[in-house]
């Protein structure tokens, strides 16, 4: 799995002066976690949005993009300021990336996962089954169905792995099955935080919520007949004088 670590580690300087915006972002790069071979150290100017000077490790030096950046790369690059820059990939970035590491990215959470029906078959129409896995960690993750044991490879639809933005991703896949009866559908999950895959049966009796539904409705029925046949036999014994 390739991982790019950026981190922020610094808006240092920022003026606002009449809606113009100086900033500065630096940036620890590697995608060879957690062995770092290639870790990169980034300092980008920016003036507004455009970038107008940067400090690559991998140069060494300053290197302007406009007028006033090369200005400022032909100054800084004789001065302190280059040799301090030249420090920081090996005092700040390749000290800390393992810290980041081993504190947050080579842990792995288990995936919650939903298996629901969002449309009963019916009518010629295909049911449509939808298997969620929530709040995991990593992103990588396959999420498959099998039919009586087999992989089922048409009429799925996935999502992306989507960032929920607090480190968790989220995944959807559909299945569009017409049901037979005797037959057996499940979801799939393979995820890091796993030894082994994670099956999950589909119980096509109804859902509670459903059963619930129906129930509610069935009660309200008997309800209602009983209270239109108590307000039938009134009106039949009022009016033969009975009462
Ligand atoms: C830094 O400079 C090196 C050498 O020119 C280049 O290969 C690399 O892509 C640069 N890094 C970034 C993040 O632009
Ligand atoms: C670099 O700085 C030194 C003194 O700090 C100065 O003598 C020299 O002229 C400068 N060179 C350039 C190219 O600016
Ligand atoms: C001392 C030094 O290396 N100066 C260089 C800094 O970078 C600018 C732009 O690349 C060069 O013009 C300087 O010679």
């Known amino acids: 799995m390739l991982l790019i670590l950026q981190l922020l580690l610094a808006l240092t300087l920022t003026i606002r002066t009449g809606g113009y915006y100086l900033f500065w972002?630096?940036?620890?790069?590697?995608?060879?976690l957690p062995d770092l071979t290639d870790?990169?150290?980034?300092?980008?100017y920016y003036f507004n949005k455009d970038l107008w000077v940067q400090f690559n490790s991998t140069v060494g030096k300053f290197v302007g993009f406009t007028g006033f950046g090369l200005h400022a790369a032909e100054k800084w690059n004789n001065s302190s300021y280059v040799k301090t820059m030249r420090t920081v990939l090996d005092e700040y970035c390749k000290q800390n990336l393992p810290l980041f590491y081993s504190s947050v990215l080579d842990k792995?959470?288990?995936?919650?996962?939903?298996?629901?029906?969002?449309?009963?078959?019916?009518?010629?129409?295909?049911?449509?089954?939808?298997?969620?896995?929530?709040?995991?960690?990593?992103?990588?993750?396959?999420?498959?169905?099998?039919?009586?044991?087999e992989k089922v490879t048409t009429d799925v639809i996935s999502t992306e792995e989507m960032a929920d933005g607090d480190w968790y991703y989220q995944i959807h896949s559909h299945l569009?099955?017409?049901p037979t009866s005797g037959e057996k559908i499940s979801c799939v999950v393979e995820h890091a935080s796993f030894k082994e895959p994670f099956i999950y049966d589909w119980d096509?009796?109804?859902?509670?919520?459903?059963?619930?539904?129906?129930?509610?409705?069935a009660s309200g029925l008997v309800l209602g007949i009983i209270l239109s046949a108590g307000g039938f036999i009134y009106y039949k014994k009022k009016s033969s004088g009975i009462l």
């Open 108 to 149: 792995t959470v288990k995936p919650t996962v939903q298996l629901r029906s969002e449309q009963q078959a019916g009518g010629g129409h295909p049911a449509m089954l939808m298997c969620s896995a929530y709040d995991f960690y990593p992103p990588a993750i396959d999420v498959y169905w099998l039919r009586d044991g």
């Open 176 to 178: 569009e099955h017409m």
């Open 39 to 44: 870790v990169e150290y980034l300092r980008t």
């Open 25 to 32: 972002v630096d940036e620890c790069i590697s995608s060879s």
């Open 204 to 217: 096509p009796s109804l859902p509670e919520s459903e059963r619930n539904k129906i129930a509610f409705g």
